[in-house]
């Protein structure tokens, strides 16, 4: 987010070289042509070289109520065309802002080519243009590429928001370096016999040349804190740098003295620790946080000072180019991780020499089902992991060290699979509930109401879980039938699980249960209503003996409890409902409750 104007100014001390080379004013901008960090830090500001503007470009008034707060100037010529960028590193706990203008003129600015306003509620490192340099892609601090053409100027203006701060280094980064590295920027800008400020690191051999035609004498100076002190003995015309200073040569020609300053400072040399190998288990693609190798990378050195980024080959850790995405996937298997570790202060100084080894171990992907059914007519079923890995090892609950066993009873099978490397175990296990299935049987049916309309009930032999039709309808759960009509239906039983189907052919008819013929004109006789429905019915009723009492077809009108015209007694008769089927041949009814009783 951009920044308000109300900050918390944390002073920390950061940087280790000496400050110079720092001009607060647009007009005395210092002059830069090669890839190297200028380090500096700033205090306060010069004349507002903004004439008292509110804004300039994304650039706002400061704490200070001007642009400028703690700023620095710099100036540089393009010499070559290409993709240019730089790194401005900081303390993290400073907000710093840059704007970059392309004029040759400080009374002409213009607006900014580049310019980046936001504050570090991140707490980041780093604010430029190009890339991050630990990796970070999606940073509010990093503006678009610049690409250039030989001969442009170029105003870079660096601001301080917080009103303190610890200095900062500039790191030009892009193609253009790789392209021309030692003539992407135009050094003839640069008048000094010394050159533009040097940044080493620790051990760098660092090498004054003021070799001048004609000199007659050279004197070295070197200032380190308490002002510019004589070197003894030191006359030639080059000198071998070994500490942090700011170095005058003074050159004595027959016709003048040639004076020349510069700033050489030398940052410490990171050492990355020792990292060790991860190991873990995953299933997919995995994320790994490398930020939690950082420890282990700095191997105590102070995190403010240095910066860590990780990549997939030797090559770009000693470029630094190409960081993983912290939020690194994996996609299994193991993969080399190297490591750079780098001065925030000069970025040339870093340590690549290490790496670690992510090892991902794929937990095994169980693919075969939790649920299975034995059907009663096949008597076993396979279970378990059809496809097995070769690698992975199987263990199952009831002994067997199988990928997939074949049951015959019903049951809780449990199988463990284990895929170990890299000393990592990794599990899965998965149950399997194995359940018995029998072939679908009618037991009976119930038949509700004698009406047009009757409500079928269909009973099983067993209590198995099925599914019922009734005359090539949809199969439902529910083994009630609503709204049927009488006549000859077809009723369908199945196992869900595909077991078997089983299909009979039933009859609706209705009757009474309990006939009385004593006289008062209700249920006088007793008779099958819907008989009309089928082909050639015939009825035919017997006592307890068996003895054939009366047989009746549609056109009867029933059984008035009487043979041979005589009263027979109360008590229970059976009959039996026979028709002739589609096929022609008599069939007799199933599943009809075949007896009802006569009572007096």
């Known amino acids: 987010m951009f920044k308000a104007l109300t900050k918390i100014l944390i002073p920390l001390l950061f940087w280790q070289v000496a400050y110079g080379q720092v001009a607060q004013d647009c007009f005395d ?25 509110s804004s300039s470009g994304c650039l706002e008034q400061t704490t200070t109520g001007a642009i400028e707060s703690n700023s620095a100037w710099y100036r540089f010529t393009t010499a070559e065309a290409g993709q240019l960028g730089f790194n401005i590193g900081h303390n993290s706990n400073e907000d710093w802002d840059f704007a970059l203008y392309r004029a040759s003129d400080c009374g002409n600015l213009g607006e900014p080519v580049r310019c980046n306003f936001f504050d570090n509620s991140e707490n980041t ?89 004609g000199a007659i004498n050279y004197e070295w100076y070197s200032d380190t804190g308490s002002g510019y002190q004589l ?18 040569v003074v050159v004595t020609t027959s016709t003048e003295n040639i004076v020349s300053d510069v700033q050489v400072g030398f940052n410490e040399l990171p050492v990355t620790g020792s990292l060790s190998d991860e190991t873990f288990c995953h299933q997919g693609d995995v994320t790994f946080d490398l930020h939690t190798k950082n420890t282990e990378a700095l191997a105590g050195q102070d995190p403010d000072d240095f ?17 993983l995405d912290p939020q690194f996937e994996l996609t299994g298997g193991s993969e080399t991780i190297y490591v750079r570790t780098t001065s925030l202060a000069n970025p040339d100084c870093y340590d690549a020499s290490q790496s670690f080894v992510l090892n991902a171990v794929e937990t095994p992907v169980l693919n075969f089902a939790d649920q299975a059914v034995i059907c009663e007519t096949v008597g076993s079923i396979e279970i378990g992991e059809t496809q097995p890995d070769l690698n992975y090892t199987y263990q199952w609950s009831s002994g067997e060290q199988t990928p997939y066993i074949t ?36 037991s009976s049916i119930d ?48 196992d869900p699980y595909g077991c078997g189907v089983v299909e009979e052919d039933i009859v609706v008819v209705g009757y009474l249960a309990i006939f009385s013929p004593n006289g008062d004109v209700m249920n006088e006789t007793w008779q099958i209503e819907g008989l009309s429905t089928l082909n050639s019915p015939i009825v035919t009723i017997y006592d307890r003996y068996g003895k054939l009492i009366k047989q009746m077809n549609e056109f009867d ?20 409902l026979s028709y002739v089927d589609d096929n022609g041949n008599r069939t007799f009814a199933k599943y009809i409750q075949s007896h009802f009783s006569l009572r007096r």
């Open 307 to 323: 910066v860590i980024s990780y990549h997939s080959s030797p090559s770009d850790a000693e470029s630094g180019s190409h960081p």
């Open 231 to 248: 070197i003894a003995g030191v006359n030639s015309a080059t000198y071998n740098v070994q500490n942090t200073g700011q170095y005058r």
């Open 447 to 494: 038949i509700q109401d004698m009406s047009a309309n009757n409500t079928v009930t269909i009973h099983t032999v067993s209590n198995g879980m099925y599914e019922y039709s009734l005359d090539d309808g949809d199969f439902q759960v529910s083994n009630v039938f609503e709204g049927v009509p009488p006549g000859i239906h077809t009723v369908r039983m199945q």
């Open 125 to 213: 490192s780093f604010v430029g243009v190009g890339e991050d340099p630990t990796g970070n892609g999606s940073s509010v601090h990093y503006e678009d590429w610049l690409q250039v053409e030989a001969g442009e100027d170029y105003y870079l203006f660096i601001n301080n928001f917080s009103n303190v701060n610890s200095g900062f280094s500039i790191q030009f980064t892009g193609n253009i370096w790789v392209d021309h590295p030692n003539s992407a920027l135009d050094c003839s800008i640069i008048n000094n016999l010394l050159g533009p400020p040097i940044a080493a690191c620790e051990g760098d051999n660092v090498v004054l040349d003021a070799t001048t035609s």
């Open 407 to 442: 049951v015959s009873q019903g049951g809780q099978y449990t199988l463990m699979v284990t895929n170990q490397s890299n000393g990592m175990i990794c599990e899965a296990s998965r149950t399997v509930f194995v359940e018995m299935s029998t072939m679908p049987q009618i």
């Open 29 to 53: 901008a210092v002059p830069i042509c090669s890839n190297t960090p200028i380090n500096g830090g700033t205090n306060g500001f010069g004349t507002d070289d903004f004439n008292g503007a």
């Open 557 to 576: 009108s029933g059984w008035d409890g009487s043979f041979q015209g005589k009263p027979l007694p109360s008590t229970d008769y059976w009959f039996k």
